[in-house]
């Protein structure tokens, strides 16, 4: 977060600062331009701990300064690590996200030349290189971006250039706004809200000098200005708050209907008609496509795997869910026709961003679902699929997921539709109905407590799918993990015998999803398998005998799958609760993932 005007620093980089804080942080600090020289305060820990020690002694009057929430990658969590970091004068301070992967070469180079290095970060060198060079800030950084390898977010401030902040971007976001009297810079557009309606998004490779009233942005290739233009800015500033649900995991899995709606709106019609031209998706596009790819990862990789199931089962179209992070190292070829869809709810990931960009070069048409029309992934494909989820602050993500398996339905029904093969309509208008059918449920639904207790107490819970649940299994698995760190694994129910069930014993409860009825009589096997093993048995869907039956109130495949990951997403909550650990922000995870 940087920030140039006439309101007190501090204040705007902390209130930016606080907007930023849902994606994960281990600590936090800022710099202030102070009268020729640099106040600089960072704690390892929550921002809290930050404006403690700003409050025992409290900063500069300053109208100038950056702030940073550090997610640790090279160095421990600690003090000195936290960004910004100064030169050796202190009168240069950087703060920087991204990984340089060439640190270890500029640090032995830098050493050499007899600077002090005060932390064990790639960030600090940036500081120490951008001493050297001729020119001024923006000449220097040029010079200092291009010697760094790997992906960055860097912005600069040098107490000698007053009002100007420079930033440069090499695949780690950066959104900047100005208004007459002072400029913004932000990692994202969010921490922006309170003080702007509309911003610039810096592209890959490219320089900006902010000052205020004034953004101009080059290429960092030969320094030639480029013209930008302005997106705008979602919501209205106001500070989201959790409400009566406390957290904003509960809150944001209650609201999960109203944003099935929004999904759904103007994009399926009361006859059972998909229409999804405001996304520029037309029938001719759809009907020239040969083979899907869909890359993503986490949560929104599950979405794709039942969107795969689905247009293999209804379309006959090929299509396969690569893990993005493994896409580009392992594929060197594309088939002509393939439509490459890239799922993401932050539209950041970076591994997905990568996959993107490889598939690109391989030749396909990319279409990209995304949480954020905004962000770098939407605006480096050709189709853009917005999920309307609104916002998501939680780490683990709940309506951004749904929302996902409901857009990629309607993808799946736009492909069965221009190739005159159209889902029943009563399908289709039984998915306009799951968001109140979802209402009532949601409202009713608890979980008992002997379940929530033996998932708390287990040294691992096992999810069991198949078709379409295996890949709810998975959701169900990682959403455990992320949110009460108890060990848990989805397998294939197919797979069970042949290794995990000799992981199954009395202790090990095993949950299975069984949303699809074709799978009942063998799920309710796999499930008896591990019952006769003294496991508490968990069944979803289909009635399979289980200790615990969990009926939906749908029979339709996407629909029960819908309901099916609400009480996967409650017993994450419940059983996180019971043993302690903090919701939103689980420990090690940030939300928007711009590292590899
Ligand atoms: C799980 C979760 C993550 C994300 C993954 C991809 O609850 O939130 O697994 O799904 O990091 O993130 P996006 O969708 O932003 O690309």
């Given at each position: 977060m940087g920030y140039v005007g006439p309101k007190p620093a501090a204040e705007v980089l902390l209130g930016g600062l606080k907007r930023l804080e849902y994606r994960g942080y281990d600590s936090a600090g800022i710099a202030l331009a102070d009268d020729g020289s640099i106040f600089l305060q960072r704690k390892a820990g929550a921002l809290r701990v930050l404006e403690e020690a700003l409050a025992k002694s409290p900063p500069p009057v300053s109208h100038m300064g950056i702030g940073h929430t550090r997610w640790a990658t090279h160095g421990g969590v600690s003090d000195h690590n936290a960004h910004p970091h100064t030169d050796c004068s202190g009168e240069i301070a950087i703060v920087h996200n991204g990984i340089i992967e060439n640190a270890d070469d500029l640090r032995l180079e830098l050493l050499s030349q007899g600077h002090i290095l005060r932390s064990e970060t790639d960030s600090e060198l940036v500081a120490h290189m951008l001493e050297h060079g001729k020119g001024d800030l923006r000449a220097r950084l040029s010079d200092v971006a291009r010697r760094c390898e790997g992906a960055y977010a860097l912005l600069v401030m040098d107490v000698h250039q007053p009002d100007r902040l420079v930033a440069v971007r090499r695949t780690s976001p950066i959104a900047i706004g100005a208004t007459e009297s002072e400029a913004f810079v932000a990692s994202g557009a969010i921490a922006l809200a309170p003080w702007l309606g509309e911003c610039i998004y810096l592209d890959d490779g490219e320089i900006a000098d902010i000052r205020p009233g004034k953004i101009e942005v080059f290429r960092l290739e030969d320094l030639q200005p480029i013209a930008k233009t302005l997106h705008p800015i979602e919501g209205d500033g106001a500070m989201p708050d959790a409400g009566e649900h406390g957290t904003f995991y509960r809150k944001e899995l209650m609201e999960q209907p109203i944003a099935w709606r929004r999904v759904m709106a103007g994009r399926l019609d009361e006859l059972g008609q998909v229409d999804l031209s405001q996304d520029g998706i037309e029938e001719n596009l759809l009907r020239a496509v040969q083979r899907v790819v869909f890359l993503a990862m986490g949560s929104s990789l599950h979405a794709c795997q039942m969107a795969v199931e689905r247009l293999a089962d209804v379309v006959a179209l090929p299509a396969q869910a690569e893990l993005a992070s493994e896409f580009r190292d392992t594929r060197n070829f594309l088939e002509p026709g393939t439509l490459a869809v890239a799922v993401s709810q932050s539209g950041e990931t970076i591994d997905t961003l990568a996959a993107l960009r490889h598939a690109r070069q391989l030749g396909a048409n990319v279409l990209a679902l995304v949480n954020a029309p905004g962000s770098t992934i939407a605006r480096e494909s050709d189709y853009v699929f917005d999920l309307?989820?609104?916002?998501?602050?939680?780490?683990?993500?709940?309506k951004a997921f749904t929302t996902q398996v409901i857009a990629l339905e309607l993808l799946t029904a736009a492909f069965a539709q221009a190739r005159q093969r159209p889902l029943p309509p009563a399908d289709l208008q039984a998915l306009r109905a799951v968001p109140t059918v979802a209402e009532d449920f949601l409202s009713a639904l608890r979980l008992p407590k002997d379940l929530i207790d033996a998932c708390a107490a287990a040294p691992g819970v096992i999810f069991l799918g198949r078709g379409q649940d295996l890949s709810l299994a998975r959701e169900g698995s990682l959403k455990l993990k992320e949110l009460s760190y108890v060990w848990s694994e989805a397998f294939a129910a197919g797979e069970l015998k042949h290794g995990p069930l000799a992981l199954v014993d009395q202790r090990v409860p095993v949950i299975v999803c069984a949303t699809d009825p074709r799978h009942a009589v063998k799920l309710r096997s796999s499930l008896a398998e591990a019952t006769a093993r003294g496991a508490y048995g968990v069944a979803i869907g289909s009635e399979l005998g289980a200790t615990l039956q969990l009926s939906l109130p749908l029979k339709e495949r996407i629909g029960a799958y819908l309901l099916g990951a609400l009480p996967l997403q409650l017993l994450a909550v419940d059983v996180a609760e019971a043993r302690g650990c903090p919701i939103d922000q689980p420990r090690n995870l940030a939300k928007s993932v711009t590292v590899e």
């Open positions: 309307r989820a609104g916002f998501e602050i939680s780490v683990a993500s709940t």
